[in-house]
């Protein structure tokens, strides 16, 4: 394989800036076809983005000659399903997160993709993002010392402007998404403390619905990372608007790191000092990781993201909202 030729199942809205343009502006990479069930959307889409191929079928495209690699950013309900597909036909696959609805449907594809010898990439983009490159290396680099605690609080107000919205608001629709807005959010969040801060020893969490809503909006959960790090975290999507709050603070014997999940700049506070960062905003927020999944799917680079690693993150979200794994 020279070139990774793409496929997106699912041309939603996550892919119109996020993802979607930056399949073409990879070397060795191209979108070259697109599905979703509605025939008009599909088509819209890719007449808009100039992607020569687009289907209402998720099959046709999966058995297009034409496409060598699967992208999937249908919501989650329908992960699984499409990555056995891709696998089955023998294509590496891209998936979007959360993986799956639980860590079951999960591991159901980490084992597709080993009994097949096919590679599984998931989509926890901000792994390769500079800003939190920047935060990784001054953790690796004990600029505040060893880590002692983290603590995360993410509250949003009904109507916000950080969650993507969707005709049919399935996000909220444990059925499709496996959760609430919780299950959408927190793996950007719970994908970054893994890769902070390695294996965890241990987890547990509570979640309710403080309204009448089936899904839970509001979660609390704690980590105890194998290097004796202790996480914290709340997760609320029903508070004031006063009370919007996307701060993740990382404590240390001599200092403290502060940053947003949803932003780009971080304070750095070592001796009564502290030091601003910031990142400059990314015109698709996923090309630092599709460019790494391309490198990796052209055997040139390690896997960004393994399922297996991603499995640690759908462990997290089915112990803080007690689901069964």
């Not at 999960?106 to 998931?122: E, R, S, T, Y």
């Not at 109507?159 to 927190?186: C, Q, T, Y």
């Amino acid at each position: 394989m020279e070139e990774i030729n793409w496929g997106i199942i699912g041309c939603g809205d996550v892919t119109e800036v996020k993802s979607g343009p930056a399949f073409n502006k990879i070397p060795n990479s191209k979108l070259v076809a697109v599905m979703r069930r509605d025939a008009q959307k599909a088509k819209d889409y890719a007449t808009r983005h100039q992607v020569p191929k687009w289907y209402a079928n998720a099959d046709e495209l999966i058995n297009d000659p034409a496409v060598n690699a699967i992208y999937i950013a249908t919501p989650p309900s329908s992960h699984t399903e499409y990555a056995l597909k891709a696998m089955a036909a023998g294509k590496p696959v891209y998936v979007e997160k959360p993986m799956a609805l639980s860590y079951h449907d999960g591991k159901q594809m980490v084992d597709a993709a080993n009994a097949n010898d096919v590679k599984l990439v998931i989509a926890h983009y901000r792994r390769e993002q500079p800003f939190f490159l920047k935060i990784k290396s001054l953790i690796d680099e004990n600029s505040i010392g060893k880590i002692r605690l983290v603590n995360l609080s993410f509250l949003q107000p009904s109507n916000n402007d950080v969650i993507a919205k969707s005709e049919a608001n399935w996000r909220i629709d444990p059925s499709i998404s496996g959760g609430g807005l919780f299950h959408d959010m927190a793996p950007h969040q719970l994908d970054l403390m893994l890769y902070f801060f390695g294996e965890v020893e241990r987890c547990g969490g509570l979640s309710t619905s403080t309204t009448n809503s089936i899904a839970d909006d509001l979660v609390t959960g704690q980590i105890q990372f194998k290097n004796n790090t202790i996480f914290n975290g709340t997760w609320c999507f029903n508070v004031a608007k006063a009370d919007t709050t996307d701060q993740c603070e990382i404590y240390g014997e001599s200092g403290k790191i502060s940053f947003p999940i949803f932003g780009n700049q971080l304070s750095l506070t070592q001796n009564d000092q502290t030091t601003i960062y910031e990142a400059e905003a990314l015109a698709h927020v996923q090309q630092p990781m599709i460019a790494k999944v391309v490198a990796y799917f052209l055997g040139n680079a390690e896997n960004p993201c393994k399922g297996e690693t991603a499995l640690e993150t759908m462990k997290l979200l089915d112990a803080f909202t007690q689901k069964q794994s």
